[in-house]
């Protein structure tokens, strides 16, 4: 299987789950500072039983560790990880990654990850924070492709690479527009024109050439620009016939700027359509038109996607990656006492520390704790999979994507049919 085709099974919600798991693993210290947490990268085909013996020897080299606080943090967490890994029958087609350690909630905070691409690296390593950056490339989409938009007063060249769009350069022209003038004059001006035009044309090649090939190497690229422009263009000697090779498509644009890009993004959806990018903004322009023409086959908010999930009504759910909830259940170790409590993911290492040295309010006495927990865009897809729905998670790094979660609150859907509340 290529590459190519391992990132078109991984779903959005596969993308957003591993994010969000790193962007807590992320925020996870030492309880004091020492480098106690265990990183363990395991990769594809690695006998576990290697992997449980190596964790012996470095159990053992843990007790010359000066700081003993450090050292008996080192085999808490080695000791967990080893007896944990017996339950697990191999490392799995892509590997294992493990996280462990006595974190800033003073408590062994034990994380195991089936990473979605195979793990090209073998680490053990201690330290005051887990190291995840191995995992943070594998969210990166491998595939980039570039976007080009050529016409005599100007170039906008520009990348696509999973969700994000980014304008590279954007070049103005000094080529003549049209006149006035008759006779000789006429004729030596358009002749001025059209040398001027070609060493445009050269200039925005060798830039091509540089952008695309060495700055930001990309797979494919498509041309677009109004019809005569694009088309001397791509006859320039001065285009690296590698360049030539990746053109998979010509359209016709009538602008630069983000506002051609996005027109040829838009004509070009075709050939792009393995992007989330493209298959992000298709969605939320199918939202907004269904909205616009108040055809009853859209709903937004929380409350309002939830009421047609549960009619099973749904037929996709658009949330934004920003709608990032966590909602837990607090019970009381001491009495009956439970509560739902809901912070965003950014806050949650500040809540679980608040809630240690918390005591319970209906008896006084006991500790709190966290029954279950579970943030609301798994708990959005898990309502969704249960009606045959499906979720599509948004990204906020383009213009379509800000406007759902600035307008919309994050949270919209496109229904199967029309749900009225006297259903």
């Not at 170039?155 to 994000?164: C, H, K, M, P, Y």
């Not at 800000?402 to 509340?421: E, P, Q, T, V």
Request: glycine share 8%; charged share 30%; aromatic share 8%.
């Amino acid at each position: 299987m290529t590459k190519k085709q391992e990132e078109k099974k991984r779903t959005s919600v596969e993308r957003y789950m591993l994010k969000h798991e790193l962007d807590k693993l992320e925020s996870k210290k030492s309880f004091n500072m020492s480098t106690s947490l265990v990183t363990l990268y395991i990769p594809p085909g690695t006998r576990l039983s290697d992997v449980n013996a190596q964790l012996r020897d470095e159990y053992g080299t843990a007790t010359n560790i000066k700081d003993k606080s450090t050292g008996k943090a080192v085999q808490s967490a080695l000791s967990s990880i080893m007896s944990r890994i017996k339950t697990i029958p191999d490392s799995g087609e892509n590997g294992l990654v493990i996280f462990c350690g006595i974190t800033q909630n003073n408590k062994v905070e034990f994380f195991l990850i089936s990473p979605p691409d195979p793990v090209g690296i073998k680490l053990y390593l201690c330290d005051y924070v887990f190291h995840i950056d191995h995992l943070k490339e594998m969210l990166e989409s491998k595939q980039r492709y570039g976007l080009a938009l050529i016409a005599r007063g100007g170039a906008t060249l520009a990348t696509v690479q999973g969700s994000r769009l980014d304008i590279i350069r954007e070049e103005e022209s000094n080529v003549p527009g049209k006149h006035k003038m008759g006779g000789q004059s006429q004729a030596r001006f358009q002749r001025l024109t059209e040398e001027a035009a070609q060493r445009w044309y050269g200039k925005v090649a060798d830039i091509m050439n540089t952008v695309y090939l060495e700055d930001f190497p990309v797979e494919a690229i498509v041309v677009g620009g109004p019809a005569l422009s694009k088309a001397e263009f791509l006859e320039s000697k001065e285009i690296d016939y590698r360049l030539l090779e990746k053109v998979i498509g010509i359209y016709d644009i009538g602008y630069l700027g983000s506002v051609g890009i996005r027109e040829l993004l838009d004509k070009a959806a075709d050939k792009l359509s393995d992007f989330e990018l493209v298959k992000e903004r298709q969605l939320t322009q199918k939202f907004m038109e269904h909205l616009g023409k108040d055809t009853g086959l859209v709903t937004y908010g929380e409350k309002e996607v939830l009421k047609a999930l549960e009619k099973a009504a749904v037929e996709i759910v658009l949330v934004s990656e920003d709608v990032d909830r966590v909602n837990m259940e607090i019970k009381c170790d001491g009495c009956d006492y439970t509560n739902i409590e809901s912070v965003k993911s950014k806050d949650y290492n500040d809540f679980i520390k608040k809630l240690s040295d918390k005591k319970c309010s209906e008896c006084g006495n006991s500790k709190l704790y966290i029954e279950s927990e579970s943030d609301l865009i798994t708990e959005l897809n898990e309502k969704a999979e249960n009606t045959g729905a499906t979720l599509e998670v948004i990204s906020t790094d383009h213009e379509d994507g800000a406007m759902l979660y600035n307008a919309f609150g994050g949270i919209a859907a496109i229904l199967r049919y029309k749900s009225y509340d006297d259903y």
